[in-house]
């Protein structure tokens, strides 16, 4: 087992995972986890003021986790990391149901 391979790929999971540790966070992501959003049913839907999600997606857009697509005046939002819906899926799983 390649130890330099398994800690680079340790910080990259640990660098994803912080992104669950917050609530608001971890609950856009769950929403989103159904399919791209607009930020209005985003913020409504986690109950956030459209500050909030917007900052909290914007942030997680930068950091690579999200896809932005605007059309006209208005601005969806996506998983863009198949892994990232995969561990969202596998954690309902173990804690929702």
Known sequence: ???NLMQQKCEEVSSLLKHFSHPQRLLILCYLSDGEK???DI???VGLS???ASQFLKRMQSEGILNLRREKNFSFYSLKNPDVKK????MHKIFCT
């Open 38 to 40: 607009q930020v209005s």
């Open 87 to 90: 561990m969202i899926k596998s």
């Open 1 to 3: 087992m390649d130890m």
């Open 43 to 45: 913020h409504e839907a």
């Open 50 to 52: 459209q500050s909030q």
